[in-house]
């Protein structure tokens, strides 16, 4: 156990923070006795990379670390080989192990920072995949009920940045492991437009799955700040949902909004043109900016605090909110 320790190689925000307590674990037991020993009164969270956290002040409690590894073949045929990997396993090393195998199905989803633990909590997506696509179980422990319980696809709840487990089951668990699906016989997706010139820009022709993730990886490195270089978390906000009558309002005063059709009733509106419309992209208040390449994205100019770049997110949130009528959530988890 760490105590008064910074929290800066922590999370990718580059906040200088630090937490009261501090420590890991590798396995389930680690996790209970941690729980066991620990003052009942005493606040925790379960980190992961920290690429989707926030902390806009000192972290007053315990943070325990999930360090869990594991890569396990749990049953295979001809067309398809299930996984289960732990929660503590880096998202896109495990990503790049599957597609150097030659199994599809999680290859647009490579270069998102974090654990794989983490990927169920807001069933992250990139390039029309979400990792809901591919699970089979999540594995976690739950706090309360003391018991591990393995959840299948359709109990986890998964909507966009969305799952059970940033609901009902927010703070009340760790999750442990999950287990994919995955495809021998491949089924690409490159519905994403820059995909498919990206393909043809680097003259592919018969496409693989590692040649599908160097392709996502391309495109995200030309779009998105790399974290090790300048502090962020992803897209800040998520992109608002909104009933076709709203967003037709809006495509008609802007025809020039770029918009996605979600089913019958609702349109998808990129927070990021609503942010930079509303004059923001590139912009900076104080330490915090939004990336002149991509306005959804808060940066770290160099010695913010967290609580500098929540000022701007609720001025942003406030600005599109005026403009548009539209009230924009934030993806990122915020402590
Ligand atoms: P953390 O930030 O450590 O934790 C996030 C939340 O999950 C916290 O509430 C934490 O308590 C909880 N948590 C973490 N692990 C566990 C666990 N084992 N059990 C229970 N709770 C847990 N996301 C996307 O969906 N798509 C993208 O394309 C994408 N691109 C990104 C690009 C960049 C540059 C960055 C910085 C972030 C991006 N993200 C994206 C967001 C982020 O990478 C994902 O949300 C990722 O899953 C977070 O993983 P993490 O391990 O860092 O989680
Ligand atoms: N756009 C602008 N201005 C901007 C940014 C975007 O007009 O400053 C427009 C783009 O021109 C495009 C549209 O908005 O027409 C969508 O932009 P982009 O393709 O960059 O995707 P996004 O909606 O901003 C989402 C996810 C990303 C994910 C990408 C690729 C959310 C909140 N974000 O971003 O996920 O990688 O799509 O699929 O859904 C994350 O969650 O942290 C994240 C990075």
């Not at 880096?90 to 150097?100: A, G, I, K, L």
């Not at 519905?191 to 990886?217: M, R």
């Not at 927070?271 to 390449?293: D, E, F, H, M």
Request: net charge negative; glycine share 8%; with cysteine.
């Amino acid at each position: 156990m760490k105590t008064n320790i910074s929290l800066l190689p922590y999370h990718t925000f580059g906040a200088k923070v630090n937490a009261d307590f501090f420590t890991t674990f590798s396995n389930k037991e680690e996790l209970t006795t941690i729980l066991d020993q620990k003052p009942n009164d005493q606040n925790f969270i379960i980190l992961g990379g920290g690429s989707n956290i926030l902390f806009t002040q000192d972290f007053h409690g315990l943070i325990i670390k999930n360090e869990i590894s594991g890569f396990d073949v749990i049953s295979e045929d001809d067309n398809h080989i299930t996984l289960k990997i732990g929660a503590g396993e880096n998202w896109h090393d495990t990503v790049m192990q599957t597609v150097e195998k030659g199994w599809q199905g999680i290859e647009n989803l490579a270069l998102i920072p974090g654990t794989v633990g983490a990927s169920p909590i807001q069933n992250i997506g990139a390039y029309g995949v979400e990792v809901k696509d591919v699970i089979q179980k999540v594995e976690f422990y739950h706090f309360d009920k003391k018991e591990t319980f393995e959840y299948s696809n359709q109990e986890c709840a998964f909507g966009y940045r969305n799952s059970i487990f940033k609901n009902e089951l927010k703070g009340k668990i760790a999750v442990l492991s999950i287990t994919i699906k995955l495809n021998k016989n491949w089924h690409f997706n490159t519905s994403y437009g820059a995909i498919e010139d990206e393909i043809k820009h680097q003259g592919i022709e018969n496409l693989t799955p590692l040649d599908l993730a160097n392709v996502i990886i391309k495109i995200r490195e030309s779009k998105l700040p790399d974290p090790k270089e300048i502090g962020n978390c992803g897209s800040f906000f998520k992109n608002p949902v909104l009933p076709k009558k709203d967003a037709l309002k809006i495509i008609e005063k802007y025809p020039e909004a770029p918009h996605y059709i979600v089913g019958e009733e609702a349109i998808k509106i990129p927070a990021g043109w609503l942010i930079q419309t509303a004059g923001w992209k590139g912009k900076s208040l104080g330490n915090v900016g939004t990336y002149p390449k991509q306005a959804l994205v808060l940066v770290n100019n160099g010695g913010a605090t967290g609580e500098e770049a929540w000022a701007l997110a609720l001025q942003i949130q406030k600005d599109v909110k005026t403009q548009f009528g539209i009230s924009i959530e934030p993806e990122v988890n915020i402590l």
